[in-house]
């Protein structure tokens, strides 16, 4: 089980994700396989990061900028996350989130070493090594329950 910075844990079961909207299926579908299938799994831990997440309530699946991104209308609790790919390095995924927060500042401060970074604005996934699920499942929920975590 993970740990927030505020001692809370999060928890992470195995839930399914919904049935993916067709136009977030097709924004997938052009996606390199390897990078499709990294982002898949992160779509599921989106998914199952906010079932443990309390306050997170429904996500909205959708597209932003013509990605799949995922937001908390329902209950306004968090930051968009989107999923795509980075310019470069190639053959890269990416999570990426809102610059004008600070949650890449935080993720860096808490995983520097265990997560790779794009800026202010991606976390950056190589599909060729495994999924660093905790520290991300973390990163995650610190993203949508961000508009409740700010003071």
């Known amino acids: 089980m993970a740990h927030l910075k505020n001692g809370r844990d999060l928890k992470v079961g195995r839930h399914e994700p919904p049935e993916i909207p067709a136009e977030v299926a097709a924004a997938f579908a052009a996606f390199p396989e390897r990078v499709r299938l990294r982002l898949l799994e992160v779509r599921a831990l989106i998914f199952a990061t906010a079932a443990g997440t309390s306050g997170v309530g429904p996500l909205t699946e959708t597209l932003k900028w013509g990605e799949p991104a995922y937001l908390t209308l329902a209950t306004g609790s968090g930051s968009t996350i989107r999923l795509g790919r980075p310019k470069s390095p190639q053959g890269m995924g990416a999570v990426l989130f809102n610059c004008r927060t600070t949650l890449v500042e935080t993720f860096r401060a808490h995983f520097a070493q265990t997560l790779s970074y794009q800026g202010n604005r991606a976390i950056l996934l190589d599909p060729s090594v ?21 003071p």
């Open 130 to 150: 495994p999924l660093p699920a905790e520290p991300l499942a973390i990163c995650l929920a610190m993203a949508l329950a961000y508009h409740r975590q700010r």
